[in-house]
């Protein structure tokens, strides 16, 4: 059973703080990792896609994976209000299935 | 580009009625297809996997009879609930691929069954 896992939260960050979203997964299989946003009753957005070892860095956003621990994890630089929002973490395998996690619930609070 | 479209965005229905949901990509051919069902405050589970011409195929535990999805062009996918109940109150989103690791998703259908 492939599995990813995310903490529930919600996370609660003040305005302009770094917020820092975990994941782990469990099949060392994996090949692709993702970062999706979600707002509430909307459906999920890609911020930000890895593939590789070490860090990626778009804009405010970070995503670092590390393949040998099995993780994956999203930094969010000058946190805002409008960054509160539910976040996705995603893998694939040897296809295009996308295998998501419980999604962490952020709170950036003014 | 890399529009995705879902129609409708909401809808309501009678208990034992069958609901029929489009997905469309509105500017690119979609080699493959998925359907996803999001339950309240959970994370979204893959329904199903399509392909264009091809029978689709589904996920353990989810029902093939009662989910149709029938992928009849490379722009289009649909997903019909038969003899919907309201344990299948939720809300089912698509998305289409354009390669690999190019998977764009569509804004979602609320299904509620009354």
């Known amino acids: 059973q492939k599995e990813v896992e995310q903490n529930s939260g919600p996370l609660s960050v003040p305005e302009g703080a770094i917020a820092s979203l975990n994941c782990t997964y469990s099949?060392?299989?994996?090949?692709?990792f993702f970062w999706y946003r979600q707002y509430s009753g909307k459906s999920p957005e890609l911020i930000m896609s890895?593939?590789?070892?070490g860090d990626k860095e778009d804009g405010r956003f970070t995503a670092q994976l590390n393949k040998a621990s099995q993780y994956v994890s999203l930094l969010i630089r000058d946190s805002q209000p409008s960054d509160s929002a539910t976040y996705l973490c995603?893998?694939?395998?040897?296809?295009?299935?996308?295998?998501f996690g419980t999604g962490t619930r952020l709170q950036v609070f003014p | 580009g890399a529009v995705v479209s879902q129609h409708p965005s909401w809808v309501i229905c009678k208990s034992g009625t069958s609901v029929k949901i489009e997905c469309r990509s509105l500017?690119?051919?979609?080699?493959?297809m998925f359907w996803y069902r999001q339950f309240p405050k959970q994370s979204l589970m893959l329904m199903a996997t399509?392909?264009?011409?091809?029978?689709?195929?589904?996920e353990q535990g989810v029902e093939k009879d009662k989910f149709l999805i029938n992928h009849a062009s490379l722009t289009l996918s649909t997903l019909t609930v038969t003899s919907a109940h309201p344990e299948d109150s939720s809300f089912y989103i698509c998305?289409?691929?354009?390669?690999?690791?190019?998977?764009?998703f569509g804004p979602g259908t609320r299904l509620t069954v009354l």
């Open positions: 998305s289409a691929s354009r390669g690999p690791n190019e998977q764009f």
């Open positions: 099949d060392r299989g994996s090949q692709s």
């Open positions: 890895i593939y590789s070892n």
């Open positions: 995603a893998v694939t395998y040897n296809t295009d299935k996308l295998i």
């Open positions: 500017d690119f051919q979609a080699t493959t």
């Open positions: 399509s392909n264009e011409g091809s029978k689709a195929t589904y």
